[in-house]
């Protein structure tokens, strides 16, 4: 991932991403662990065996 330095280029990205989001051209990707999971999200993650977000959920 490339740092953007430049504020409003990153508001021109950003504006593309999630308008290609609201589109369905692009598909988030987020898996939910219960909080109680958490060692086997951590896991999951170290292992690889994920792609996207991980979110924790209390």
Do not use: H, I, W
């Not at 990205?13 to 958490?38: I, T």
């Not at 993650?45 to 994920?50: A, I, R």
């Not at 996207?52 to 959920?57: A, F, K, N, T, Y």
């Amino acid at each position: 991932m490339a740092y953007v330095a430049d504020e409003a280029l990153y508001k021109q990205a950003a504006e593309a991403v999630f308008s290609l989001l609201a589109a369905g051209v692009l598909q988030a990707s987020v898996k939910a662990y219960p909080l109680d999971q958490a060692a086997r999200a951590q896991a999951d993650l170290e292992s690889g065996n994920t792609n996207g977000s991980l979110v924790l959920v209390p």
